[in-house]
């Protein structure tokens, strides 16, 4: 593996990936160890890691069945890392939905509306964008 930064780490990195012979470029905004770190992941070019939280339609939806028709309508557009169920308080729950998926513009929109147009859900909030 083969990296090369400026001394600021603030300039496009080239890393060399011997396993899958070609090269990625990543516009890096971090230390050398930490863009090591993306490589060492198979964080590819252009992912980001996005958290939803995605509220019932009513107090008397069921979690399970949002949560299987949650995952169910994006499975297409992302790759889901986590589902949990969150208590909002008062005995009521939400789905925090933390998926990766490509950085192009729209796309997270997508499955925003993907999500919110679901008959259970009431709301969806994006909570995080982060850098896979």
Not at 17 to 23: G, Q
Request: net charge negative.
């Amino acid at each position: 593996m083969l990296v090369s930064l400026s001394s600021t780490a603030q300039t496009v990195g080239m890393f060399l990936l011997e396993d899958v012979k070609h090269a990625v470029n990543i516009q890096l905004r971090t230390s050398a160890p930490t863009a090591a770190l993306w490589v060492l992941r198979g964080v590819k070019m252009g992912e980001v890691m996005v958290t939803f939280k995605v509220l019932p339609a009513d107090s008397d939806t069921d979690i399970n069945v949002l949560k299987r028709s949650a995952s169910e309508s994006i499975k297409e557009l992302c790759s889901l890392d986590n589902l949990a169920v969150v208590d909002i308080g008062y005995g009521l729950k939400a789905l925090k939905l933390t998926i990766r998926v490509a950085d192009e513009e729209g796309k997270i929109g997508v499955i925003e509306d993907k999500l919110g147009s679901l008959p259970e859900v009431g709301q969806v909030d994006t909570e995080e964008v982060t850098l896979a």
